[in-house]
């Protein structure tokens, strides 16, 4: 049973095979929280909580003369807003007499069985409620009414627990949501490291750690998406923890937009940790019976370290997150255009390039920005969506058919939440561009910001996706976004409604993309925003993969594979081979380092290959080969970090199958010094009782004994210089 609730119906005990969740409502209805951690039983842990008279922390009206008893102190599951609990809040209201108060208390709980889903909004799925149950927690506010309902979408054997929230305005007159968040919790007796992933555009997801004190630590993004800054995901840990070792809990927002991600000690030294949507620019009109969602967080929990935490969320984002054909399908190995060409192509210049790429073994061609309107740079054509023949002589199908009569796939780029003030859709529609009246918008990348929020924008997108896709044989889209979002104003939710738009632009892109997965289930679906600007547990529920980074300098993306790796699976990870010296950093790296270090994620190039020497088109040869042989681990196996990100001598990594039958190891030399120090790489996951053996040394062992003593490399590497080797398992 993994929810137990007491014969009262207030103790709720949640239970996953490694972890246990427990909340209390009290005999006022306040939702304590009681418990997160290792599995243990379901007895009620409400004398973990011992109570003192705390000056200044004053008492709700149940307290009576109990000074002990404070909002304020107390462990919760909801932080409510303006009435003694002056921590952070987590629901916070505007009534229509302009009060600003919340105060959620108890009124029921259920069970039912499977995930739940949320309108309009990605979150986890079990098609058929084999592996989930749900528990759903009524609250009521105080004075308005209000319907606070909070949902534990429980995933026993996934080791997961996915929380929500949605607010329903009871009365007749409109309350005004200021911040809604879908998780807030108050974790008792905890001296936590908390680790984020931050970055920039071409530079993402660099990991960063630092103790949770009493002084806020906050991050999240304002930008419209979730951003290259920081993502939508932290990991709270033991001080000491590390890879194999200490409790870990993980929280994964399943939203693209702006979020907010918060922790900090309160002043008994409890850590109240919050996640959700970013309050900024955020109001929204809650009308008499409407009711507002809050995106999905999903919790997962390790006592091991961040292996299993990770494989954890790897396991169930790419099991219930991810859909479509392509979750489990191979995915085609890529040539893309983009850094071979950039603008300057035309028809003549993709089928050759396709015409070599096929050569050398490589199974679709991506037509990447430039094929449309008026778009020889990136100064103009977002939004015109159609073929621009002087480029595309003959049109898209017949292009498609070239490249198919190679024996190729054929995929297409396209941005279309964007839109250049130089197009002729912008001269046509100048308010379905996101700017404010009487004021001139920031430019970023000389284009504007199409108004998702708008239904009609949405079918114009549709229109024109239908008409290129109806009429061309494309198998892959790329989903690009490449600006963040400002001058926030939308012709239709104007005015009181004005504070909705942030949130309603990506229900937008939301609504878009559902609408484009169902009509196009057989595309695979690529998301991107600059590289790695939307790479959010939201976007893997359309797309099953996302373009990593716009920087591929292998060097490079060992830190950002490195932050990737900790929530994302290793399949959502779009990597690809590109030219040297390298575009983004100017540093030369050699072929197979890059591919190696492309191997892990869903691999492709990114080169005008024509330029390579018959040496080394012999060596994509072989990539390719390895990276089908290779499939099963690197797409459906267990990754492990084998090193920590500042090690500066090297990279390792590790994918082991499911079935323990073989593992490959990928060591990459970050550094060289005089008189090298040999490298000595751990080595895990490999079954105890089973013997092994390594394709370097044809060393036979037993796994418990490689997972011990690991292995060093027989040979000093130079600086860049990469090697895979595997183990195998033998009678
Ligand atoms: C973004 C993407 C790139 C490429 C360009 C095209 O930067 O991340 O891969 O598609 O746009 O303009």
Redesign the pocket.
């Known amino acids: 049973m993994a929810i137990q609730i007491s014969p009262n119906g207030r103790l709720m005990t949640i239970q996953t095979n490694d972890s246990s969740y427990q909340m209390l409502a009290d005999k006022n209805g306040v939702l304590l929280h009681l418990y997160y951690g290792s599995s243990i039983g379901a007895e009620d842990l409400s004398d973990l909580i011992v109570r003192s008279d705390v000056g200044f922390s004053g008492n709700p009206e149940e307290a009576g003369l109990d000074r002990t008893y404070s909002l304020d102190t107390l462990p919760q599951e909801v932080a409510s807003s303006g009435v003694g609990d002056f921590r952070d809040d987590s629901v916070r209201l505007t009534h229509p007499d302009g009060s600003c108060a919340a105060d959620f208390r108890f009124e029921s709980c259920e069970v039912v069985s499977g995930a739940y889903s949320i309108p309009g909004m990605p979150a986890l799925y079990d098609t058929d409620k084999k592996n989930s149950e749900t528990l759903i927690i009524k609250m009521k506010e105080k004075a308005s009414g209000a319907i606070l309902h909070l949902y534990y979408g429980v995933w026993e054997e996934e080791n997961v627990i996915t929380r929500t929230a949605s607010l329903t305005n009871a009365g007749k007159e409109p309350i005004y949501v200021e911040k809604f968040l879908s998780c807030s919790m108050d974790m008792m007796d905890r001296d936590l490291d908390l680790i984020s992933f931050t970055g920039r555009h071409a530079m993402e997801r660099t990991m960063e750690r630092t103790p949770v004190t009493h002084i806020k630590t906050e991050f999240g993004s304002i930008r419209g998406t979730s951003s290259h800054h920081y993502n939508p995901a932290m990991i709270l840990c033991d001080r000491h923890a590390t890879e194999d070792a200490g409790d870990c809990f993980g929280l994964c927002l399943a939203y693209s937009g702006s979020f907010t991600a918060m922790a900090q000690k309160d002043q008994r030294d409890q850590i109240r940790v919050q996640m959700g949507i970013n309050p900024y620019q955020f109001r929204w009109c809650l009308t008499g019976g409407e009711t507002f969602f809050a995106p999905q967080v999903i919790l997962s929990f390790s006592n091991q370290g961040f292996s299993k935490l990770s494989h954890q969320y790897h396991d169930i984002l790419h099991e219930h997150m991810c859909r479509g054909r392509y979750k489990h399908e191979r995915r085609p190995v890529l040539i893309?255009n983009?850094e071979a060409t950039y603008f300057d192509f035309n028809e003549e210049k993709i089928e050759k390039i396709a015409a070599q790429a096929g050569e050398l073994g490589i199974e679709m061609m991506v037509l990447?920005?430039?094929w449309f309107g008026k778009r020889d740079d990136?100064n103009s054509g977002l939004g015109d969506w159609f073929v621009n023949e002087k480029k595309i002589r003959g049109g898209l199908p017949k292009l498609s058919e070239k490249i198919h009569e190679k024996g190729m796939k054929f995929g297409l780029?396209f941005?279309p939440e964007m839109i250049s003030e130089d197009s002729d859709l912008y001269r046509a529609h100048p308010d379905w561009a996101i700017t404010i009246p009487g004021r001139v918008p920031n430019h970023a990348?000389n284009q504007l910001v199409l108004d998702m929020t708008r239904s009609d924008v949405r079918d114009y997108l549709m229109a024109r996706f239908e008409e290129i896709l109806g009429n061309t044989k494309i198998e892959y889209v790329?989903w690009?976004m490449?600006r963040s979002i400002c001058d926030m104003y939308s012709h239709i939710y104007k005015g009181e409604q004005s504070g909705e738009c942030y949130h309603r632009y990506i229900l937008g892109v939301y609504d878009l993309l559902e609408r484009f997965v169902q009509r196009f289930p057989e595309i695979l679906l690529e998301g991107?925003?600059?590289?790695g600007g939307r790479f959010d547990a939201g976007m893997l529920y359309y797309s099953p993969q996302i373009?990593c980074s716009?920087n591929t300098d292998a060097m490079n993306r060992l830190d950002i594979q490195y932050g990737t790796s900790f929530f994302y699976p290793i399949s959502s990870v779009g990597a690809h081979v590109s030219a040297c010296p390298n575009h983004q950093t100017g540093r030369s790296v050699p072929l197979s380092t890059r591919a190696d270090v492309a191997l892990a994620g869903s691999f492709g190039y990114?080169l005008d290959l024509r330029l390579l020497s018959d040496e080394e088109k012999a060596q994509v040869k072989e990539q390719i080969k390895e990276f089908h042989d290779y499939y099963d681990l690197t797409h459906e196996g267990d990754y492990y970090r084998l090193t920590e990100r500042d090690n500066t001598s090297f990279t390792a990594w590790e994918f082991v199958a499911k079935n323990k039958e073989r593992a490959l190891v990928e060591v990459v030399k970050k550094d060289a010094w005089g008189n090298p120090l040999p490298v000595h790489v751990a080595i895990k996951g490999l079954e105890d009782n089973s013997m092994y053996v390594c394709s370097l040394n044809g060393i036979k062992r037993s796994g418990k004994t490689w997972n011990h003593a690991g292995i060093t490399l027989p040979k000093f590497l130079s600086a860049g210089e990469s090697m895979k080797f595997t183990f195998m398992k033998v009678e």
Not at 528 to 531: E, I, L, N, Q, V
Request: proline letters at 0%; charged letters at 45%; one cysteine or more.
């Open positions: 893309n983009w990447d920005d430039g990136d780029w941005e990348r790329k690009d490449n991107c925003s600059g590289g373009w716009d990114e």
